[in-house]
């Protein structure tokens, strides 16, 4: 799968993978959600690859769910659980069980479900606009 939506540059030893819908704010919709896991994927199946860089384009790292992407229909209550169970989980799940380290260079704001990428990620800015999460294990400001 071939998509502008993650960036991926290949380096020396490890990927930089961005999310790349600035004028959303690079908010996840089903098709970013597709293209960050082919691109996680194909990092993993690189024998040369040993880390991974996540970051995004823009002024944001990620506002979360895009809600005009069809998951919540207006005037109905939303399944809050179907976006969840469909691509955050899974996300979750490869995040947590690829071997290497994700590090998350975050920019700007991480709003949101930034609950679901958040304990998988093992490094973060405490500049960053958004919490640390509980399941983060350490938090080095960049230099």
């Known amino acids: 799968m071939v998509s502008d939506l993650v960036l991926t540059d290949i380096r020396a030893g490890y990927r930089v993978l961005t999310l790349n819908r600035p004028d959303r704010?690079?908010?996840?919709?089903?098709?970013?959600h597709a293209a960050l896991m082919a691109?996680?994927?194909?990092?993993?199946?690189?024998?040369s690859c040993r880390a991974l860089i996540l970051t995004g384009t823009g002024r944001g790292f990620c506002a979360g769910q895009d809600l005009s992407d069809g998951?919540?229909?207006?005037?109905?209550?939303?399944?809050?659980?179907?976006?969840?169970?469909?691509?955050?989980?899974?996300?979750?799940?490869?995040?947590?069980?690829i071997?290497?380290?994700?590090?998350?260079?975050?920019?700007?704001?991480?709003?949101?479900?930034?609950?679901?990428?958040?304990p998988c990620l093992r490094y973060r800015d405490r500049r960053a606009?958004?919490?640390?999460?509980?399941?983060?294990?350490?938090?080095?400001p960049r230099p």
């Open 71 to 97: 998951v919540f229909t207006p005037g109905e209550t939303p399944d809050l659980s179907a976006p969840i169970e469909k691509f955050y989980n899974p996300l979750v799940r490869k995040l947590r069980g």
């Open 129 to 140: 606009v958004g919490q640390v999460h509980p399941g983060l294990r350490q938090a080095w």
């Open 39 to 47: 691109a996680l994927i194909a990092a993993e199946q690189d024998k």
């Open 99 to 118: 071997p290497m380290p994700v590090v998350c260079a975050v920019n700007g704001v991480a709003a949101g479900c930034r609950r679901e990428p958040g």
């Open 25 to 32: 704010l690079n908010s996840f919709s089903a098709d970013l």
